[in-house]
């Protein structure tokens, strides 16, 4: 149980571009979901934090028109990295926590490696 | 301000040879505290979470403790599939979001 997709598992495209990676919780639903940043041998950098139906949550320092984030059903987040640029190169990883029960844990998807020319 | 640190950064165990990894945290009062493990390339992979002081969760080899500044991560006669980057997280008590220690990459050589 509790098992999260993301797709695609990696993507190459061109500067200027836009990139939609899908965030799903397979077996559960997903009250909240978040999204995270990883670069080489670094921990996950959180980014922002969304509950379905409402605004995402971004952290500081994480441009909110760059990253837009939807969580639109309780088993579904995207991320649209807008006008993706070289920098924004990086594996990208979201993780979704079940609501209604006592448990915080967060279970974690593949990861999507983007890497933008 | 919460922090997570663990230790040791790296390390390199010989098949069979028992280890523990440790994680240290500040946190203004813990509502969790949440193993992980994951592989080169990969999302994190859930081992265990601990809520409490003195609780104990097992696993194949692994086994986690919580105390009330640091978790250990006791790995027995590990094998080289153990091999990954150890991931500790801490859940404050006043938010939904995790703390993430830097990760301990242990390689288990055969």
């Known amino acids: 149980g509790a098992v999260v997709s993301q797709h695609p598992s990696w993507v190459i495209c061109k500067s200027g571009t836009s990139v939609k990676i899908e965030c799903r919780s397979l077996?559960?639903?997903?009250?909240?979901m978040f999204w995270y940043r990883q670069f080489p041998k670094q921990s996950l950098m959180l980014m922002a934090t969304?509950?379905?139906?409402?605004?995402?949550?971004?952290e500081q320092g994480v441009e909110k028109d760059k990253f837009l984030i939807n969580h639109a059903s309780l088993t579904l987040s995207t991320l649209t990295v807008t006008s993706a640029h070289p920098e924004d190169s990086s594996f990208y990883i979201c993780?979704?926590?079940?609501?209604?029960?006592?448990?915080?844990?967060?279970?974690f998807g593949p990861g999507t490696r983007l890497t933008v020319l | 301000e919460d922090q997570v640190t663990q230790s040791p950064e790296a390390l390199r165990l010989q098949e069979g040879e028992s280890s523990s990894l440790n994680c240290s945290y500040t946190?203004?009062?813990?509502?969790?505290l949440f193993w992980y493990r994951q592989d080169p390339g990969k999302g994190p992979e859930f081992l265990f979470t601990?809520?409490?002081a003195g609780e104990e969760k097992e696993k194949e080899r692994l086994k986690a403790t919580l105390t009330k500044k640091e978790s250990f991560l006791h790995i027995t006669a590990p094998k080289p599939e153990d091999s990954a980057t150890y991931l500790c997280a801490v859940q404050p008590v006043y938010g939904q979001n995790f703390v993430f220690g830097p990760g301990t990459r242990l390689s288990v050589l055969p």
């Open positions: 601990l809520y409490s």
């Open positions: 946190v203004s009062g813990l509502r969790g």
């Open positions: 077996d559960f639903q997903a009250t909240t």
């Open positions: 993780s979704a926590r079940e609501g209604g029960r006592y448990t915080d844990t967060q279970y």
């Open positions: 969304s509950n379905e139906g409402s605004k995402a949550t971004y």
